[in-house]
Nanobody, 127 residues
């Protein structure tokens, strides 16, 4: 049975850091593009970052200008995991964060191709 599980969410002070993990069972995460998404209270879900199956420098797509320079996405093929490293966190980063698997090996601007989702992990940035 295929499953995606996010972990690492927590309450953190502004300026702090968190690393979210996305792990899978039943399939290999490096077989497809993986995206991180977030949904803040009262807002629509938005795509944050995506990493495709290659290991080139062009393998990452950033969907949100506000996280540039603060968030990074990476893979650990040995652990079958994808990480979202979040630094310099701001209150507006508060959201439920989800990882999702695309139907394609490349990241796409059309996020409807992300068809398999985890249950989410809560990130709260507050003093």
């Amino acid at each position: 049975q295929r499953q995606l599980v996010e972990s690492g969410g927590d309450l953190v002070q502004p300026g702090g850091s968190l690393r979210l993990s996305c792990t899978a069972s039943g399939f290999r995460l490096d077989s497809t593009a993986i995206g991180w998404f977030r949904q803040a209270p009262g807002k629509e879900r938005e795509a944050v970052l995506c990493i495709d199956t290659s290991s080139s420098s062009s393998s990452i797509m950033n969907y949100v200008d506000s996280v540039k320079g603060r968030f990074t996405i990476s893979r650990d093929r040995a652990s079958n995991a994808v990480y979202l490293q979040m630094n310099s966190l701001k209150p507006e980063d508060t959201a439920i964060y989800y990882c999702a698997a695309s139907r394609y090996i490349y990241c796409t601007h059309d996020t409807s191709y992300f068809s398999f989702w985890g249950q989410g992990t809560q990130v709260t940035v507050s003093s």
